[in-house]
């Protein structure tokens, strides 16, 4: 049922009224806003990516944190 939802002549009649409704001038000034902000959603995406990606060998280390703590737990209560 909506595997053929868009067609060429729907896309031709979404674009022909959205010149309508914001004018020929103001459609580029769109698209270059919402080209920058994909820009800036994939680059902070890569970040988070990136920021991960260091935190998996931490993770190791976090035994050993976590073994040290419990003794000054038992340190503090004695």
Excluded: C, Y
């Amino acid at each position: 049922m909506l595997r053929n939802a868009f067609e060429p002549w729907h896309l031709i009649l979404i674009l022909a009224v959205l010149v309508l409704l914001f004018g020929s001038k103001k459609l580029p000034d769109m698209a270059r806003g919402l080209g920058r902000s994909m820009r800036i959603l994939k680059s902070e995406a890569r970040a988070l990516k990136d920021d991960e990606r260091p935190e998996t060998p931490r993770t190791a280390e976090a035994p050993r944190q976590e073994a040290a703590t419990p003794r000054r737990e038992s340190a503090a209560r004695h």
